[in-house]
């Protein structure tokens, strides 16, 4: 097959983005903003309902076919209901971005401290969410000859340092072994792990005046904090059939802060 620009369209695909409610300066809107220009059509899942609709409402007034749903990741049934949601709007389900997370709404307790409760509450979200999502998605995936899923794990999963990174590793190991499992299906599983993000959640998490910015200023091989649509070219690949060999991976996207051989 003689590679063509068009491999990076999505005309005719059905995308899932979970998190996607956002109605500032989100990935998730970004995702969703960015496979509908891409030509899908685009579910947008969110906790938030009003939300969700809100970006789907955006979508549909530049041009693009979009539905907002109202779903809770950690919830199966919920999940479910998404799954049928999109496949009675648009026919089926081709893309599965799992994007939503806890991430400011998440304890920093050490290990030795940290309460079972909060423990148990961020891997339903960041890693049961996500496979309860993809569970949603895989029986139209298959039917439709193969799909895409992305999860969005971190920069801070590598090294896992505190909750929040143990549970996005964890999600790494999800992603490689849903790769594993459906790729005779056609189904490719990859990972972005984005560094630090000037969205609206990423800036109340770590301020302009964070030490930690001053931190990655000094390591990053170019800017240390990225914009959400920074994010989105690495996600068309993934989606698209101009990524259709690359599956088990997990692309960091973050100016050069991990490198990994």
Not at 136 to 148: E, K, T
Not at 174 to 181: I, N, W
């Amino acid at each position: 097959m003689t590679f063509s620009l068009d491999q990076f369209r999505l005309d005719g695909k059905v995308a899932v983005v979970t998190g996607a409610g956002g109605r500032g300066n989100s990935i998730g809107r970004a995702y969703a903003l960015g496979l509908a220009e891409a030509g899908a059509a685009v579910v947008v899942a969110d906790l938030n309902g009003e939300g969700a609709e809100a970006v789907a409402q955006e979508i549909v007034a530049a041009g693009g076919r979009a539905i907002g749903v109202r779903v809770d990741v950690a919830d199966e049934a919920s999940t479910l209901a998404m799954g049928a949601a999109a496949s009675a709007a648009f026919g089926g389900i081709d893309i599965l971005v799992n994007n939503a997370a806890l991430m400011v709404d998440i304890s920093y307790d050490n290990c030795e401290t940290v309460s079972l409760e909060a423990w148990n509450r961020a891997f339903a979200v960041n890693l049961n969410g996500a496979l309860l999502c993809a569970r949603a998605v895989i029986p139209s995936m298959r039917a439709r000859g193969g799909g895409r899923i992305v999860n969005q794990t971190s920069g801070g999963a590598f090294p896992a340092i505190g909750l929040y990174g143990i549970s996005k590793l964890a999600l790494v190991g999800l992603t490689t072994t849903l790769a594993k499992q459906l790729g005779k299906d056609g189904i490719t599983c990859n990972a972005i792990a984005p560094g630090n993000v000037k969205s609206d959640a990423g800036k109340l998490l770590v301020p302009d005046d964070s030490p930690f910015i001053q931190f990655l200023d000094m390591t990053c091989a170019l800017r240390s904090r990225g914009e959400p649509d920074e994010l989105v070219g690495t996600a068309l690949l993934l989606c698209s059939d101009a990524g259709r060999w690359i599956t088990g991976q997990t692309i960091h996207v973050d100016g050069g802060w991990v490198m990994r051989p």
